[in-house]
């Protein structure tokens, strides 16, 4: 596809696979050429991953929403005996893993809310737990937020606080908590939540543990344009340090039932646009996922054309973002996300977290 003159300075760079810029950054998401955008972000996906697109059989798990934090965004957090409040024991936990497949699946994805009252003691048994029952399991599980959340009700340092629950099973820990890092942007949605700094921080520390992660970007409430270049090129710097994530995931903001109720969602113009621009912008990233209970299964096959290569996997039971008004289902059968691939061109390879075991289907 012949790209725009006006971004002949960026595609130069691509085709040379050489950095972009935080300025080509705030470029691309002002042009107006998205089908452009989409054709350069192609040039990198294809030269990293080929014309495989990846899937995952997963089983989300959300053992409580109650959280001592009250994000303006998020509608899913509950206060300890607010209507709806819920924190699960055990039993259920091993029941919600075995309902789907019998266990039998790649992942176990675990995050919740930061609970005032529930010692780590309560998440070592339930990955200790989870890893008795079903020992071939990955374990991706506790957002950064979660693991500094656990270290200062421990009064341990993070550091500790991971290598206990690495004893206990953790595998590696998804991307959640992110959202924007600019901390003037950050105080209005989230002022409770750690820092950005904070949160680069565990990963990193997380990451020197040998312990992988995803990152993550929340889009499309306040931030600006240079909000969300500065977000990229700061995940960028710790990839270069530690080489530790494995996935960027950008997640779209969803109002519904949030303080922030009075904002539209994300149109499917910026949904292409930020995974394009974030395959761009995260060179050292290995995988750009485009997370289909956000942007729609309809806009994550599109997004195999636009930069992402993965568009995450079967979920079963999806909360957070359906207490945000989320549309799409809550699971999604394996054959579904065969045929959306195959149907884009190219070839599905059903994959591990870690993208090690990989399996052309």
């Not at 700061?234 to 950008?250: S, V, Y």
């Not at 994300?266 to 485009?290: C, E, P, W, Y």
């Amino acid at each position: 596809m012949k790209i725009h003159p006006s971004l002949d300075s960026i595609r130069s760079k691509v085709e040379n696979a050489e950095r972009l810029s935080f300025e080509d950054g705030v470029a691309l998401f002002s042009s107006p050429e998205l089908l452009s955008i989409g054709a350069l972000a192609n040039i990198v996906r294809e030269r990293k991953n080929g014309n495989r697109a990846y899937f995952i059989t997963n089983r989300h798990i959300n053992p409580t929403n109650i959280c001592a934090n009250r994000c303006k965004f998020c509608a899913f957090s509950k206060s300890s005996g607010e209507e709806g409040a819920y924190t699960m024991e055990l039993d259920a936990i091993l029941k919600a893993a075995s309902d789907f497949q019998q266990g039998n699946v790649s992942e176990f994805h675990i995050v919740g809310g930061l609970h005032p009252d529930l010692p780590l003691d309560y998440y070592e048994k339930m990955l200790s737990a989870l890893k008795e029952h079903f020992p071939e399991v990955h374990i991706q599980a506790f957002t950064a937020v979660e693991i500094a959340y656990l270290a200062k009700i421990s009064n341990l340092s993070v550091e500790n606080t991971l290598v206990r629950l690495q004893k206990a099973g953790l595998d590696s820990i998804p991307g959640g908590g992110a959202e924007i890092f600019n901390p003037s942007t950050r105080n209005k949605i989230c002022p409770e939540k750690i820092s950005g700094d904070e949160w680069l921080k565990v990963m990193q520390t997380a990451h020197q543990l040998g312990i992988r992660s995803n990152a993550t970007m929340l889009y499309g409430h306040v931030e600006s344009v240079e909000d969300r270049v500065d977000h990229l090129v700061r995940l960028r710097e710790l990839q270069d340090k530690t080489n530790g994530f494995l996935t960027f995931i950008p997640l779209a903001f969803h109002p519904k039932n949030t303080d922030l109720d009075t904002m539209e969602s994300t149109t499917g113009q910026m949904d292409l646009r930020v995974l394009a621009i974030s395959r761009l912008m995260l060179d050292n990233f290995d995988h750009i996922k485009a997370f289909w209970i956000m942007v729609g299964p309809k806009i994550a096959q599109l997004s195999l054309l636009f930069g992402a290569d993965d568009i995450d996997g079967t979920v079963v039971e999806e909360k957070i973002t359906h207490s945000a008004g989320a549309t799409t289902a809550e699971s999604m059968a394996r054959q579904t996300f065969i045929e959306l691939i195959k149907e884009t061109g190219r070839e599905p390879y059903e994959r591990d977290t870690l993208y090690e075991k990989l399996v052309k289907v």
